[in-house]
T-cell receptor, first 115, second 115 residues
């Protein structure tokens, strides 16, 4: 399978715990994006990387959220001290350098439930 | 800031019929791209079609076509000859020159195709 891979697919955790999601992009893609999708809404942009550089993180929802892409390949999204409002689907996408006719390839997402 | 509006929360369509999904957008940028994605119950966002703001022709991809009316700021998706596998959520999204890759999504339209 050469698509975008995310794991775990589902995570149930108790409030206050830390969680980490992993995204493996399509191998030749140098851009990687994280989105969050809550029930009944479209995805919401969080952050993105070009290679290992995080080019925007202002949309990360709070300082409890952090993302890394240490070697410019896979990425992790960590949520510390989870809250019930963090329950959502976390989507990863990758692309080649963006041009006006580029395309984002999304993974199947990691669904987080905070009890 | 950009905004996408999808006014149809849900639609039923009979197999083999065509369906039009509405999307209006608001942006002050002259250069932008419009996307449609399909999200089945599995959660993955599947790219369907793209329209650039400077494209003179309406985009088409197989059974999908985009009715782009720039002056009205609308980008409606037409699915011809609906199939049962078309049942899914459909999202319209926009990206602009200063936000390539950072798509702004609408709330989506749920399509159910009936035999």
């Amino acid at each position: 399978d050469t698509g975008v891979s995310q794991n775990p697919r589902h995570k149930i955790t108790k409030r206050g715990q830390n969680v980490t999601f992993r995204c493996d992009p399509i191998s030749e893609h140098n851009r990687l994006y994280w989105y969050r999708q809550t029930l009944g809404q479209g995805p919401e942009f969080l952050t993105y990387f070009q290679n290992e550089a995080q080019l925007e993180k202002s949309r990360l929802l709070s300082d409890r959220f952090s993302a890394e892409r240490p070697k410019g390949s896979f990425s992790t999204l960590e949520i510390q001290r989870t809250e019930q409002g963090d329950s959502a689907m976390y989507l990863c996408a990758s692309s080649q350098n963006r041009g006006q006719d580029g395309e984002l390839f999304f993974g199947e997402g990691s669904r987080l439930t905070v009890l | 800031a950009q905004k996408i509006t999808q006014t149809q929360p849900g639609m039923f369509v009979q197999e083999k019929e065509a369906v039009t999904l509405d999307c209006t957008y608001d942006t002050s940028d002259q250069s932008y791209g419009l996307f449609w994605y399909k999200q089945p119950s599995s959660g993955e966002m599947i790219f369907l079609i793209y329209q650039g703001s400077y494209d003179e022709q309406n985009a088409t991809e197989g059974r999908y076509s985009l009715n782009f009316q720039k002056a009205r700021k609308s980008a409606n998706l037409v699915i011809s000859a609906s199939q049962l596998g078309d049942s899914a959520m459909y999202f319209c999204a926009i990206e602009t020159t200063d936000s390539w890759g950072k798509l702004q999504f609408g709330a989506g339209t749920q399509v159910v195709v009936t035999p």
